[in-house]
């Protein structure tokens, strides 16, 4: 890149045969190099240089460097400005500009947990045993996936903070190793699937469902090709979100769901394939949202299909920020692979109860996903930056607050009204609809502070609050296992499931509550401590 000002100049006379016309060309540089003993003058950027002589000053003057140094200058304030934007506002102002920010990317979230639930809706019409058996399958398929939730946070924090140096290279070279991390895991997960999926599935449907294993498996199996696809998928769409780009995963994720509900369609109602049929229309499904997505970053300049074996300064790097963050995310994926766990042993019944209504549940929870990505992008310049304003900061989770109370309160009544009042679309079976409007209340209680929970959590994951989180996470977890375990054994059923997944919410909630409150917390603290500051500048 051209770095010019008028700070310093240094003219070379060039050789010419009229002694009385000496005629010198300027290079302007922002610091004086210690020695210059030869330049070589750069070609033309735009084709065409243009050569100013006069008789006094002499000078050849690129004016092509100038143009270009103005048009970089004006970037850099427009992108301050846009930077600046969101902190700066008063609070309704802050609350439309996160919607606005957060509106295309809540459609990032749902497709996933929407491809599994469309899966369920189409099963469900047609066999029970093939819905209770989605069950077990869809926790290998999706619950296992937020293992490598490490891959997203990475790549949308390193490639936010290269892009704030403006180091485009830095991106390129983190989008390489992060895309050979998230392939090397794909493909591991497809061995893992293949040689450990039978097992895993006796273990979850237990030896009173063993009827449910070859089933199960065979969705898996299918869905399991895709892996790699889905975790490249991953790092392209946080590399956008990094980007401030919402809209190219979006429109990938809407097609790939289009995908999915018409070959659910076709290949379980009318080619009777069963769930054979819908793992096929979801598998393919996500291979083509990766490939839409990789191609929308091609298209902002970088190469999406380059991928570098990462060193040992990137991976400590990496593990710096994904160690804590896998903590919490195995500590999700572990309680509600115990919650099917749990509704298994209770028979088939109850498992496809069960596995409508937390899908359902999972589709709701990650319309709250944006506002911890608000938190993660826009928290860390009023914490840490030049403009640091803990008042500012606490404005703006005050504004992410209030959206999450509003959202939460909708997501609770339109996430129960349809289990309640439209039962038939996931299944025509009686029983099974007695067992879904059981959990109704928890399931309300549970989903409308779920927004809420994630904007606390973003604000610590910006604020690098990670050993907290982790160590709370963990804590939330060993409670309601150990709870969940009771729960089972004494025979409450699939209501003391639902109500030990209400206590895990709220003690989440209050939890990440009373610490961003806390006088020492990340949001009062004046004087950032020394390891804070360490663990920022390691990121």
């Known amino acids: 890149m051209h770095t010019h000002s008028l700070l310093h100049s240094f003219h070379f006379p060039l050789p010419t045969k009229n002694p009385t016309f000496s005629p010198h060309f300027s290079i302007h540089l922002k610091k004086p190099p210690p020695s210059l003993p030869r330049y070589t003058f750069p070609p033309p950027r735009s084709g065409i240089v243009k050569l100013n002589c ?32 969101l902190e700066n506002q008063s609070l309704w102002q802050q609350v439309k500009e996160i919607v606005m920010f957060t509106a295309p990317a809540t459609g990032l979230w749902i497709c996933g947990p929407l491809m599994s639930l469309i899966d369920t809706a189409v099963i469900g019409q047609g066999s029970s045993l093939e819905l209770a058996a989605l ?70 449907t237990g030896s009173n469902n063993s009827h449910l294993v070859p089933v199960a498996n065979k969705y898996v199996q299918i869905r399991g090709l895709a892996w790699p696809a889905i975790l490249i998928g991953w790092v392209a769409q946080s590399a956008s979100l990094g980007m401030k780009d919402p809209w ?49 970053l091609n298209k902002k300049g970088y190469n999406a299909f380059s991928i570098s074996i990462p060193s040992h300064a990137d991976l400590m790097t990496i593990f710096g920020l994904a160690a804590p963050v896998f903590v919490v995310m195995m500590s999700k994926v572990a309680f509600y692979s115990l919650l099917v766990y749990c509704a298994t042993s209770m028979g088939t019944l109850s498992l ?17 996903e944006p506002l911890s990505q608000t938190a993660q992008s826009f928290m860390p310049e009023l914490m840490y930056g030049s403009n640091r304003s803990l008042a500012r900061a606490r ?98 059923g699939l209501l003391g499931c639902w109500c030990t997944l209400l206590g895990f919410q709220w003690a989440r ?21 020394p390891s804070q500051l360490q663990k920022l500048k390691a990121t």
């Open 248 to 296: 190219g995963p979006l429109k990938a994720l809407a097609a790939a769901s289009a995908v999915n509900g018409f070959g659910d369609i076709v290949l379980c109602r009318f080619l009777d394939y069963g769930i054979a049929g819908a793992a096929w229309a979801t598998m393919v499904s996500q291979v083509i949202a990766a490939y839409m997505m990789i191609d929308s």
């Open 509 to 529: 909630f209050f939890l990440s509550l009373q610490r961003l409150l806390s006088p020492n917390g990340i949001l009062f603290a004046e004087n950032p401590t």
């Open 395 to 492: 404005m703006l989770l005050k504004s992410l607050v209030i959206i999450g109370s509003i959202l939460g309160l909708f997501l609770a009544i339109g996430g129960t009204s349809v289990p309640w009042l439209f039962p038939n679309i996931f299944t025509p079976d009686q029983k099974i609809i007695h067992e879904m409007h059981r959990v109704l209340i928890p399931f309300f209680m549970a989903l409308v502070a779920t927004p809420c929970i994630l904007s606390f959590e973003g604000t610590l994951l910006a604020g690098r609050d990670l050993k907290f989180l982790s160590l709370s996470m963990s804590g939330c977890f060993s409670i309601g296992a150990l709870t969940l375990l009771v729960v089972n054994s004494r025979g409450y």
């Open 54 to 85: 006069t008789s006094s000053g002499h000078e050849l003057v690129d004016e092509t460097d100038i143009a270009a140094d103005s048009l970089f200058v004006k970037q850099e304030e427009d992108e301050e400005i846009s930077k600046e934007g």
């Open 135 to 204: 069950g077990p399958g869809t926790v290998l398929c999706d619950n296992l996936s937020y293992v490598f939730m490490f891959l997203s946070i990475s790549t949308s924090n390193l490639v936010a903070t290269s892009l704030a140096k403006q180091d485009k290279n830095e991106v390129q070279h983190q989008l390489s190793v992060l895309l050979f991390i998230g392939l090397a895991c794909g493909f591991s997960m497809i061995l893992f699937t293949k040689f450990f999926g039978i097992s895993i599935l006796t273990a979850f």
């Open 352 to 368: 496809a109860a069960h596995q409508v209504m937390i899908q359902a549940f999972m589709t709701c929870t990650v319309w709250g």
